[in-house]
C-alpha cells in the first residue's frame, strides 16, 4: 500500500465497531497522531454533555490542516469538516450485533452513567434506523463520495488484511 495515502486517516462507523481499536494500531505503525472525536465532542469529565458544535468543528477543521493525522469517530456532520483534507477514508462496518457486543464488552466510558451507558447501547443497536449524520445511510453517502483512497472493513478478517497492508498486525 502506498503511504502516500496514509498522511491524513479519517476513520468512521459505528459505535463498537473498532474505530478506535484500528486508529490505535495504524497510529502505532505510521507514527501519526490520534483524534478521537468523542473527545473533542464531549465536555472533558462529564457524562454526556456535548461542547458547542461551532468549537467542535473548529477543532476538527483546525486538527485536519495538519500535514498527518488519524482522526476517528462516528459523527458525519464532523467527518465533512475533515474529508476534504483526508487522504484515506476508512469504514468500520461490522454487523450490528457485533458492535453491540464489543460495546457491552467495553463498558462505559468516558464517566458514563448506567443511564448513558443504555443509551449508547440503544443508539449502537439503531444504526441502521437512524436518520442522522452519524448513521449508515449518512456513513454510505460519505463513502460513495470520497474521491481518495478507501477501505470498507466489515470483518476483522479485513481489519486484519488491512494492517498488515500498512505494516502493521493485529497484535501491534
Known amino acids: 500500500m502506498e503511504r ?18 484500528l486508529a490505535e494500531r495504524l497510529a502505532r505503525v505510521l507514527a501519526k497522531p490520534v483524534h478521537g472525536l468523542d473527545a473533542m465532542r464531549w465536555k472533558q469529565g462529564t457524562s454526556g ?7 467542535v468543528a473548529k477543532d476538527v477543521d483546525l486538527i485536519s490542516r495538519n500535514p498527518s493525522w488519524i482522526m476517528e469517530g462516528v459523527y458525519g456532520w464532523l467527518a465533512q469538516v475533515a ?40 443508539w449502537t443497536e439503531h444504526y441502521f434506523t437512524r436518520t442522522n449524520s452519524s448513521c449508515y ?36
Open 4 to 21: 502516500a495515502h496514509l498522511e491524513r486517516i479519517f476513520i468512521f462507523g459505528n459505535s463498537g465497531s473498532g474505530k478506535s481499536w
Open 137 to 172: 445511510l449518512a456513513h454510505e453517502r460519505l463513502f460513495d463520495s470520497f474521491q481518495s483512497r478507501r477501505a470498507r472493513l466489515s470483518s476483522r478478517k479485513d481489519f486484519a488484511k488491512y494492517l498488515a497492508e500498512s505494516g502493521g498486525s493485529a497484535q501491534d
Open 83 to 122: 474529508l476534504p483534507r483526508a487522504t484515506c477514508l476508512i469504514w468500520t462496518d461490522l454487523p450490528v450485533e457485533e458492535c453491540v457486543a464489543n460495546v457491552r464488552a467495553r463498558g462505559r466510558q468516558g464517566g458514563e452513567d448506567n443511564e448513558g451507558f443504555v443509551r449508547t447501547l440503544s
Open 49 to 55: 454533555v456535548p461542547r458547542d458544535n461551532v468549537d
